[in-house]
């Protein structure tokens, strides 16, 4: 039996009012974003807090920390290589990409280069069919880490450096890099720039305009082109920016803005570099290196001289607890394998972090704030709280300093405060305090300048019933995804 259908229709003033409805749950649209704001490839490059580098090549066996270009690529020979082991550990360590030095200014190259024979292919490592960047590359990738490389610009082997041959040689040297090995998550370059070699047998010194002879925008440029998604370091960026040290400290104040115009690589101001500038033109992420060891290289001399657990903390906390990424280098050894007492090192590293930030002391706590944009329930206090880092509480427009108290419940211990912007709209505090009502009398714990992306302040133990955040100072209506208090695990405490 057929049977007709029968057809629905709502009048058109009704579904007028629907949409009206549904655009008044909606609500506002999110705070105005200052005029420098970071890429989504940066936001998540931020998100990852803890990246590692590896620096292995001839100088590994040589025991030097910067090779002069004429040693024989027949001492390259790891006896038990393992770029599977530097994957594993260095992920168990919580670190989410590795960096390889794939040419270091000796000009070994750890891939079967076309464009030299002075590569893996001459070394009996493998029987000269080996590729370090391959294996390393398949490495990353089983174990859920991104993969980024080096190349140094500067070059002690090559017969033409410094002259403009040798850019070609770079460029080429690049594209295979960026087009033979997959998604090449970052690409390094750092100003170690001309001085004394080998240079094809020339033996002499070379020096270069760091300012021109590199041409970096043009360089940049091809990086992007063969990996559009790829993110750049240098002194000048364009998108990761060195710290100013090789300590792994970034300043107390921190902006992740810079304004690159005139920033020179290998000569930049490295005070500016730490610090970065709240009226910066471009935001470019400040990276924070250091080395697991005094070296870069490995050197049995220092097996026993890998950085203690205080030291490592203390690195942590002024590079990802001021705004920064850590870079920590772990050198292979002889063997081709990262050595035990830096894995012993990185693994207590990571106990220990893991101890101190597994509970957040006012996760899902009440909040309250003397102002909120638009009034609106989208943005409210509670979004500190949430546990959901895309959630966030601002203040109205036009405010510059606002305040949010968060009720603990009952009096509780805690030394470590951690704070997040919502960087996405920018970085706008430049100023704040963070108070704590102790046996009913208000008390100030903390007074610092930048958050970015993540502030983590250390502080006296201290037992408190509510908590008072402050925002002084901001360069526009301040905003804050996170709020969260811990305490630090035993191990952290000094004996």
Known sequence: MNRSRRLWTVPVPVVMAAGFLLAACAGPPDIEPTAVVPSPEQIAYQRMEFIGFVHFTVNTFTDREWGYGDESPEIFNPTAFSAEQWARVAAEAGMKELILTAKHHDGFCLWPSAHTDHSVTASPWRDGGGDVVREFVQACARHGLKAGLYLSPWDRNHADYGR????EYYRNQLRELLTGYGEI????FDGANGGTGYYGGAREERRIDRETYYRWPETWGLVKELQPHILIFSDAGPDIRWIGNERGYAGRTC??????????VGAADTEYLNAGDPEGQQWVIPLC?????????????QDDRVKPLAELLEVYYRSVGRNSVLLLNVPPDQRGLWHENDVAALREFRRVLDETFATDLVAQRPVEADSRY???RRFAPGNVTDGDPDSYWAAEEGVRAASLEIDLGAPILFDRIVLQEPIRFGQRIAAFTVQARVAGEWVTVIEETTIGYKRIVRCEPVTADRIRIAITRSLASPALSTVGLYRASPD???E
């Open 289 to 301: 290196d250091t080395s697991i060891r005094p070296g870069w290289f490995y050197h049995a001399s």
């Open 185 to 188: 998550t970052e690409m390094w």
């Open 164 to 167: 403009p041959e040798y850019l």
């Open 374 to 376: 638009h009034r609106h």
């Open 255 to 264: 902006w992740s803005t810079i304004t690159t115009a005139g920033v020179v």
């Open 492 to 494: 952290e405490m000094p």
